[in-house]
């Protein structure tokens, strides 16, 4: 299904206890791009992610994705979560973890077949992660660990991916191995939504951002959204940008 638009978020508003985390939050992103969600800690951004995907209630609002409800499109969404909200210690080795991606096509009763295994290590062929297939997860460095949590997304074969911040904790080149499959995944027509905390990357990985400080600040081309001016209102600050010299 072509859709113009990936997601649509209207009049969301959610708050924990009395304090509004998020309010009157409205975002169209369209089809085939490469969103980051920015704005300084306590923002939102984690929040707005698990509004969408239903994993926490918001006061107010509704969801579209893909043309229609989250119930009807949650087989063509994938979702990676912080590494701080996963418990590591759960005894699965890794290809065990990637074939999780494979549940919403099975069911949970139906054991994966030889073509979802093979599915699985193509995932971790792309991740670099094959030859730890048999290893226990908790036994992995952060960075490896990102690296199959992506894996287990890339064979759920979505529509929009979800990413909530994917760069944490890893070193320079496993986010530039991650960066890669992100393009990718793009190239070939995917939604890709990061929760993404580092300014100086954004202009060179992202071509839409959203501006977020529990109110939207502004959404759309990071040519056009991504100015001092908007970061001055999301971070209230009046610091300049920093920006890469040529």
């Known amino acids: 299904m072509n859709q113009e638009h990936a997601l649509i978020v209207e009049d969301m508003t959610v708050a924990y206890q009395t304090t509004p985390v998020l309010w009157d939050i409205d975002i169209k992103v369209p089809t085939?791009?490469?969103?980051?969600?920015?704005?300084?800690?306590?923002?939102?951004?984690?929040?707005?992610?698990?509004?969408?995907?239903?994993?926490?209630?918001?006061?107010?609002?509704?969801?579209?994705?893909?043309?229609?409800?989250?119930?009807?499109?949650?087989?063509?969404?994938?979702?990676?979560?912080?590494?701080?909200?996963?418990?590591?210690?759960?005894?699965?080795?890794?290809?065990?973890?990637?074939?999780?991606?494979?549940?919403?096509?099975?069911?949970?009763?139906?054991?994966?077949?030889?073509?979802?295994?093979?599915?699985?290590?193509?995932?971790?062929?792309?991740?670099?992660?094959?030859?730890?297939?048999?290893?226990?997860?908790?036994?992995?460095?952060?960075?490896?660990?990102?690296?199959?949590?992506?894996?287990?997304?890339?064979?759920?074969?979505?529509?929009?991916y979800f990413m909530d911040e994917p760069f944490q904790g890893v070193d320079a080149k496993t986010e530039q191995a991650i960066m890669v499959l992100l393009k990718e995944l793009r190239a070939s027509g995917k939604t890709v939504v990061v929760v993404h905390h580092d300014l100086q990357t954004v202009a060179d990985y992202f071509d839409w951002v959203t501006l977020l400080n529990t109110q939207l600040i502004a959404s759309g081309p990071v040519a056009d959204v991504f100015t001092e001016e908007n970061l001055r209102k999301t971070y209230r600050s009046t610091g300049k940008v920093l920006q890469s010299e040529e």
């Open 32 to 160: 085939g791009v490469l969103m980051a969600i920015v704005g300084p800690n306590g923002a939102g951004k984690s929040t707005l992610i698990k509004a969408v995907l239903q994993l926490i209630k918001p006061i107010s609002g509704t969801v579209t994705i893909q043309g229609s409800s989250y119930e009807a499109q949650r087989k063509k969404i994938a979702y990676v979560p912080q590494r701080g909200s996963v418990d590591w210690d759960f005894p699965t080795n890794v290809l065990d973890v990637v074939l999780m991606g494979r549940y919403g096509f099975l069911g949970w009763i139906k054991r994966p077949s030889q073509q979802d295994r093979q599915l699985a290590m193509d995932a971790l062929q792309k991740v670099g992660m094959e030859a730890f297939a048999q290893r226990q997860i908790s036994q992995l460095s952060g960075g490896q660990q990102q690296r199959v949590f992506l894996a287990r997304a890339l064979v759920q074969d979505a529509e929009i």
